[in-house]
Nanobody, 125 residues
Framework: QVQLVESGGGLVQAGGSLRLSCAAS????????MGWFRQAPGKEREFVAA????????YYEDSVKGRFTCSRDNARTTVYLLMNNLKSEDTARYYC??????????????????WGQGTQVTVSS
C-alpha cells in the first residue's frame, strides 16, 4: 500500500549538486522511515541515507557524510536527498524505499517493504 516515485536524477559534473525527490503515498503516516539506496553496474545495491518520518532523524553511509543531506517535508509525503560535491563514484541508479516498521538495521535492504523504480544519477569528470 506504499507507492514511491523518484525524480530529479540526471547528468551532472563532478563537484556539482543534484537533489533527488521521492513522492510517497499510502502508508507513509504510519510508516517508520524512508531510505535511499544506489546501485552501480556490476555492484551490489548499497545503503546511502535514511530518515525517520517522526523527528526526521537521519542516517548516512560514511562515504556520503558531509556531502549528502536527507530531509522530508512537514506533511510527510516527500523525502529528498540533496547531493553536494558529487564524485564519479556516486554514479548509480538511486532508489527510494519505505520501511513500515522499526527495523533492526536501517541500512539493510531487507528492512524495507516497498521500493520505487529508481532514478539515474551520472557524474561526469
Amino acid at each position: 500500500q506504499v507507492q514511491l516515485v523518484e525524480s530529479g536524477g540526471g547528468l551532472v559534473q563532478a563537484g556539482g549538486s543534484l537533489r533527488l525527490s521521492c513522492a510517497a503515498s499510502g502508508r507513509t503516516l504510519s510508516g517508520y522511515a524512508m531510505g535511499w539506496f544506489r546501485q552501480a553496474p556490476g555492484k551490489e545495491r548499497e545503503f546511502v541515507a535514511a530518515i525517520r518520518w517522526s523527528g526526521a532523524m537521519t542516517y548516512y553511509e560514511d562515504s556520503v557524510k558531509g556531502r549528502f543531506t536527507c530531509s522530508r517535508d512537514n506533511a510527510r509525503t516527500t523525502v529528498y536527498l540533496l547531493m553536494n560535491n558529487l564524485k564519479s563514484e556516486d554514479t548509480a541508479r538511486y532508489y527510494c524505499a519505505a520501511a513500515l516498521s522499526p527495523p533492526r538495521l536501517i541500512s539493510t535492504m531487507a528492512s524495507y517493504d516497498s521500493w520505487g523504480q529508481g532514478t539515474q544519477v551520472t557524474v561526469s569528470s
